[in-house]
């Protein structure tokens, strides 16, 4: 009798210990390595489809890319596509956010992290330098390619290294077709994503993350990201923290002092309660023009912000 409870317990102890061993957070020495040479691949093949401009072939086949990669990398995705009157244009465009959900070896949803890019460019180089490029559209190098490809090499990282706590990553379509100066025309996937991550159906659905992080405009050379002014007005704790993490990484493209306010596509979800942080430097000369090229842009800037959202999401 008593061989037999000590049998039993000896196998609660190994599964309890299995457990706790699955669901462990990794230590900053056996982490995989963000690879900025990678993302920068991925930025590469970005801007090689065109600019992805919503509605138009390029922005479909970076829709079809981030799916498949997803699904080669066992991840589960799904599409959140809605009809939105283009607001430069006037006709009617659909547009497409993609959700690709990393499961956590724990098994528990709550304390979830929420990664974000948008993938579309924007339809007009309407910042170009010469007029006679102001209808062009902006390659869109930095200004989407960029926060896409980290989350793209992320994918690749988390396919084989599952994190202790469940990661959802959002593709924002439609956030860069507005006229200058009329935030109505922006943001409009994350717009509508944000207004119902909690319904019925939504991809979201379930428990609130402790913080979404927004990736736009992290690839230029010598990049320097500061504290984004409306993270830090509505989000500051959040906001602090994740610049902590990046000061203890010795990550110095981003630099703990105030920004300007950026309206993106974290606007939407900090109107709905979640804490959300900017990675942005908007002091980029080529934004809104047909410079907006890789040549712009480093595999070591990508590397900044990749390296610490992967820190975040393996040591919670």
């Known amino acids: 009798m008593f061989s037999d409870l000590r049998r039993c317990l000896l ?74 009157v283009d607001p430069l244009g006037g006709e009617e465009v659909e547009i497409c956010n993609v959700v690709v959900t990393v499961r956590g070896t724990g098994g528990s949803r709550e304390g979830r992290l929420w990664l974000g890019a948008h993938f579309d460019t924007r339809p007009i180089s309407d910042h170009d330098p ?6 062009l559209p902006v390659p869109g190098a930095n200004d989407g390619a960029s926060g896409t490809a980290v989350l793209l090499h992320l994918m690749e990282i988390l396919g084989d290294v599952p994190p202790p706590t469940e990661v959802n990553l959002l593709f924002f379509d439609g956030e860069d077709s507005g006229p200058a100066g009329d935030v109505n025309g922006f943001c ?3 717009r509508h994503m944000a207004e119902t ?12 993350p402790r913080g979404l992080i927004l990736l736009d405009m992290v690839g230029q050379r010598e990049v320097r990201i500061p504290m984004e002014g409306y993270s830090l007005q509505y ?16 990550l110095t493209g981003l630099d ?52 610490l959202l992967l820190d975040l999401i393996l040591r919670p």
């Not at 991550?197 to 609130?208: M, T």
């Open 130 to 135: 010469d007029p006679k490029r102001r209808g």
């Open 197 to 208: 991550w909690q319904e019925f159906g939504s991809p979201l659905a379930g428990p609130a």
């Open 11 to 84: 196998v609660v102890v190994w599964v309890g210990a299995s457990l706790f061993s699955s669901a462990r957070a990794f230590s900053a020495a056996d982490q995989p390595i963000f690879s900025g040479d990678r993302a920068f691949a991925w930025l590469e093949r970005q801007v090689e489809l065109g600019p992805r401009v919503p509605g138009t072939a390029a922005n479909r086949s970076l829709r079809e890319l981030i799916l498949a990669t997803a699904r080669e990398h066992g991840l589960s995705a799904t599409t959140q596509c809605l009809t939105v």
């Open 188 to 190: 409009l996937g994350s």
């Open 256 to 307: 703990p002092a105030p920004g300007r306010p950026v309206y993106d596509d974290h606007v939407p979800f900090l109107g709905q309660g979640i804490p959300a942080v900017d990675l942005i430097d908007f002091a980029y000369p080529e934004w809104h023009t047909t410079a907006d090229l890789p040549a712009a842009c480093s595999a070591a800037s990508l590397r900044q912000t990749g390296a």
């Open 235 to 250: 989000a500051p704790q959040w906001t602090r923290s994740v610049f902590d993490r990046a000061a203890e990484l010795g």
